[in-house]
Nanobody
Framework: QVQLVESGGGLVQPGGSLRLSCAASGSIFSFTATGWYRQAPGKERELVAR???????NYAESVKGRFTISRDNAENALYLQMNSLKPEDTADYYC??????????????????WGQGTQVTDAS
C-alpha cells in the first residue's frame, strides 16, 4: 500500500519561506513522475511544480523563480522550497505520484497516489 505524507506547512508572512516535504512508503519517488499541487478555498486543484524520473522540472507560471521542486532519492523524499511567498499562495498543498509513467503530465487526474495535504496560510 502506497502512502504519501506531507509536512512543513504553516503560517507565513508575505515574503517568507517554507519548505514542504513529502515522504513515501510503498513506492519509489525516483521511478516515476511526481509533483506538488495546491488547492485554495473555492478553487480547483492546480499544478505547482513537477519533476520527472529523469529530473526534468516544470512549474506553474505563478511560482516560477520563487519555488523549487527537488527530490532526494536516498531519502525517497520530495521537497518544495517556497520563497517570497505571497498571500495568493495560501492553499492546501499536496504531493502526488504517477504510478507508472516516468514523464507524466501536468494533469492532476493522471496522478495515482496523493498525500493528505499540508496547509500554507498567509499570516498577514
Amino acid at each position: 500500500q502506497v502512502q504519501l505524507v506531507e509536512s512543513g506547512g504553516g503560517l507565513v508572512q508575505p515574503g517568507g519561506s517554507l519548505r514542504l516535504s513529502c515522504a513515501a512508503s510503498g513506492s519509489i519517488f525516483s521511478f516515476t513522475a511526481t509533483g506538488w499541487y495546491r488547492q485554495a478555498p473555492g478553487k480547483e486543484r492546480e499544478l505547482v511544480a513537477r519533476i520527472t524520473a529523469g529530473d526534468t522540472t516544470n512549474y506553474a507560471e505563478s511560482v516560477k523563480g520563487r519555488f523549487t521542486i527537488s527530490r532526494d532519492n536516498a531519502e525517497n523524499a520530495l521537497y518544495l522550497q517556497m520563497n517570497s511567498l505571497k498571500p495568493e499562495d495560501t492553499a492546501d498543498y499536496y504531493c502526488a505520484q504517477d504510478r507508472d509513467r516516468r514523464y507524466g503530465s501536468n494533469a492532476s487526474s493522471e496522478y495515482d497516489y496523493w498525500g493528505q495535504g499540508t496547509q500554507v496560510t498567509d499570516a498577514s
